[in-house]
């Protein structure tokens, strides 16, 4: 083989590695901060919304579809949960969020958008414990219900 | 999670009622209901009153007190 057409070789397979760098598919991912209109999106697109703020305040509202998990406890409950889903997460204020997406992200976590502004710059309608007939319910005996449900390990 | 929730039920018996729902779609009643309650992740604790209407749900495991809390909550 003549050098000429090791050199051209060496080019195209230089441009192949690039292009395939550039135009691979990422899925949308990585870690991006989105407002409230991103928030809704992201929901629509069927992401989970993390609401790490206390249990007290996720009572008296948060973004619907809102699960939630307080930061101390985000280590934990994100253990077993898709590294490659998409997730929103928001506190009152970004602070205790941010905390959340770091952890998520050292945990390997690739689709994270950080609403980053919080529940407090949310303009959609907040799913309010007192919206009592939005709530779903539940069969009960007159008693209250406590469900864990799970997967046998 | 189960020795956890066991102690608890034996503390409310009679006050509450305790639901372990196994979701890996070998029981489809427990399916349709996590479905319902948008439940993604295990574990997952939804707390509901008296009236049927679910007050919170939690995700991720959780301690004694925290469980605690959501359920006296209830009552």
Partial sequence: MKPKHVVWIAVAAVAAIVLFALLRPTGGGGIVTVDSAGVDKAREAGAQIIDVREPAEFQMGRIPGAVNVPVGTIETAAKNWDRNATYVVYCATGARSQTAVDAMKAMGFTNIKHFSQGIQAYTGQVDSSEQTSQQPTVQTDGKPVFIEFYTPT | ?75
Avoid at chain 2, 10 to 29: H, I, W
Avoid at chain 2, 36 to 54: A, E, M, R
């Fill in chain 2, 1 to 75: 999670m189960e020795p956890l929730v066991e102690g608890l039920k034996k503390q409310y018996e009679g006050k509450v009622e305790f639901r372990r729902l196994n979701v890996d779609g070998s029981d489809p009643a427990a399916t349709e209901l996590a479905t319902k309650l948008g439940v993604q992740y295990v574990p997952h604790f939804t707390y509901v009153n008296s009236d049927g209407i679910v007050g919170s749900q939690a995700v991720g495991e959780k301690t004694t007190e925290e469980l605690k809390a959501g359920i006296d909550a209830l009552q």
